[in-house]
């Protein structure tokens, strides 16, 4: 008997067709993420688990699993499972690291150069009937190549995002709960404290895992530090950064700008308020978004799912 697994979300039809080559597959076939109690019904007597960063996965859902033995998650981050109530019960919990690295950069810079050039405030200004003549300082920004760029954290997708850096000839400087020597070198890059990166970058990239121990590790405070044309950007979690304090330096231009792919609490209504500052760059999560990054991280799942399943270890655990 083919073991069953259930799918949270809509997928191509590739991916659920190799998914049916070694399981019963169900699936919440929306692009809308899957109710709570849905959920909850489902889980009961799967083996497997397909899941994205939108469910919680937590010890009340283990509580309904009688059967489960694996919890894959289309995603790297993985704050939303808790692993040790996963671990306790003998239930293996996957993710996707790698497979999104650069692609994810790609983004990240995109978001510092959108930023630093206020791209989209240019193309809004352009659309909407305003621009009447040149002007020299119409629409000004802030210079990229041979600026600082200050990473927090020095992961995958940070040194990614290095190698593009040093095309710009930018100045990088590091803080990351354990210094990197090798990479020092190799990036020529200064690893630092967090209160001198904030007040000597030009551009602020947040790019570590979110954890209790890191939540609103941007605040008001270290806000303050950080210059008044600095520009922070956050492709990592929005719990990271303490919102209202960047909303009220923002508007009060205590820094130049930000570019922002996730928020504290997703989605957000259009009508959140650093949605509607024209010195920030919001988008919808889409870091790993392109089509193919996507399709590698689902087969990537399913190759997780299809190893825990028929006895072998995972190719990228968590626990």
């Not at 019904?41 to 937590?58: H, S």
């Not at 909407?128 to 040149?134: C, H, R, Y």
Request: charged letters at 25%; one cysteine or more; a neutral charge.
């Amino acid at each position: 008997m083919k073991p069953k697994i259930y799918v949270t979300r809509k997928l191509p039809e590739s991916v659920i067709t190799k998914l049916k080559t070694f399981s019963e597959v169900s699936i919440w076939n929306e692009d809308t993420p899957v109710p709570r109690e849905v959920l909850l019904r489902e889980v009961k007597e799967v083996d497997g688990l397909f899941c994205l960063l939108t469910e919680d996965i937590d010890k009340e859902l283990f509580m309904h699993a009688n059967k489960l033995k694996v919890v894959a998650s289309m995603a790297v981050g993985f704050n939303n499972i808790d692993v040790n109530e996963a671990t306790k019960r003998g239930i293996r919990v996957t993710n996707t690291p790698g497979v999104l690295t650069e692609t994810t950069a790609d983004l990240t810079f995109a978001l510092i150069m959108a930023t630093a050039r206020r791209l989209v405030e240019a193309s809004d200004y352009l659309r909407e009937g305003k621009w009447k003549t040149w002007s020299p300082m119409q629409l000004t920004g802030q210079d990229i190549y041979g600026a600082t760029l200050g990473m927090i954290g020095m992961g995958r997708i940070a040194q990614a995002v290095v190698k593009r850096a040093r095309g710009f000839n930018m100045n990088i400087i590091y803080h990351n709960r354990s210094r990197k020597p090798e990479l020092e070198s190799k990036y020529e890059m200064e690893f630092t404290d967090l209160s001198t990166l904030l007040k000597e970058s030009d551009f602020v990239c947040v790019l570590i895992p979110y954890s209790l121990e890191v939540h609103h590790l941007i605040g008001e405070k270290e806000i303050e530090m950080m210059k008044n044309s600095s520009i922070l950007i956050n492709t990592a979690r929005g719990g990271i950064v303490d919102e209202v304090a960047l909303y009220h330096a923002l508007k009060n231009k205590q820094i130049w700008a930000a570019g922002l792919d996730v928020f504290e609490k997703e989605p957000v209504s259009v009508d959140y308020p650093l949605l509607n500052l024209p010195n920030v760059i919001t988008l919808p999560h889409i870091g790993s978004a392109s089509k193919g990054t996507r399709l590698k991280m689902a087969n990537l799942v399913v190759e997780n799912l299809q190893r825990v399943l028929t006895g072998e270890s995972p190719l990228t655990a968590v626990n």
